[in-house]
């Protein structure tokens, strides 16, 4: 069975700082890759998705990830987060066979302080 | 357009009571998932419905767990008993088309005490 993997559970960062949180899958055909968010007291929303071509996807709000196929890896990254990027960072992955749903990591929960 | 709307957003019930949760999917999606988050693990898929068929219930977790979709309109997750270990937040989703096209609620947070 897929699954995916969140290197950090919580992450604290002052605001202008630079932003990487890792996710790593473990299928090994094709897949499509997500990151979604979701703010405090609001619906999960999609930041980005990559399904084929160029692997370096740019999503929503300056958020962008990097498909590394070799290292099956989908990072999340920006270049200067702000107070208002608070809220919990989801990777999740989808292959086609088995279950119809996506597989989702346990989730990043980031504190952007002012 | 209005969103995947979930009711109620919190509900705190006792061990051994039923509690049903409502999920209004977006207007004319045909696909319906239901999602669980039990505290610090991953959200994981419980079933899909196409219209009212049941197409993917694999991720149900046991019989205490009965999903509806009459109509295929809204659908409605109910937990009958509820144990201790149901806690958790459930979401709901729906597309027009696959699961890689769909949208999110905000998730309905079930504390089971």
């Known amino acids: 069975a897929q699954s995916v993997s969140q290197h950090n559970h919580h992450v604290i960062l002052s605001e202008a700082a630079s932003l990487e949180l890792g996710c790593n899958y473990s299928?090994?055909?094709?897949?499509?890759l997500f990151w979604y968010v979701q703010y405090p007291g609001q619906h999960l929303q999609l930041l980005l998705k990559y399904f084929s071509g160029d692997p370096l996807v740019k999503g929503i709000k300056g958020f962008e990830a990097e498909f590394i196929k070799s290292k099956f890896s989908f990072n999340l990254r920006k270049p200067s987060v702000q107070w208002s990027d608070t809220a919990e960072y989801f990777c999740a992955v989808y292959s086609g066979g088995g279950a119809d749903g996506l597989t989702f990591g346990k989730g990043t929960h980031l504190i952007i302080q002012p | 357009e209005a969103g995947v709307t979930q009711f109620p957003s919190h509900s705190v019930i006792e061990k051994g009571q039923t509690v049903t949760l409502r999920c209004d999917p977006i207007?004319?999606?045909?696909?319906l998932y239901w999602y669980r988050r039990v505290m610090g693990k991953e959200i994981k898929f419980l079933l899909h419905f196409v219209k009212e068929s049941k197409q993917d219930e694999s991720g149900m977790p046991n019989n205490r767990f009965l999903a509806e979709r009459t109509g295929g309109t809204y659908s409605t997750l109910k937990v009958q008993p509820a144990e201790l270990e149901d806690s958790g937040v459930y979401f709901c989703a729906s597309s027009h088309g696959s699961v890689t096209e769909a949208f999110f609620g905000q998730g309905t947070r079930l504390t089971v005490v």
């Open positions: 207007s004319g999606h045909d696909n």
């Open positions: 299928y090994g055909g094709t897949v499509n």
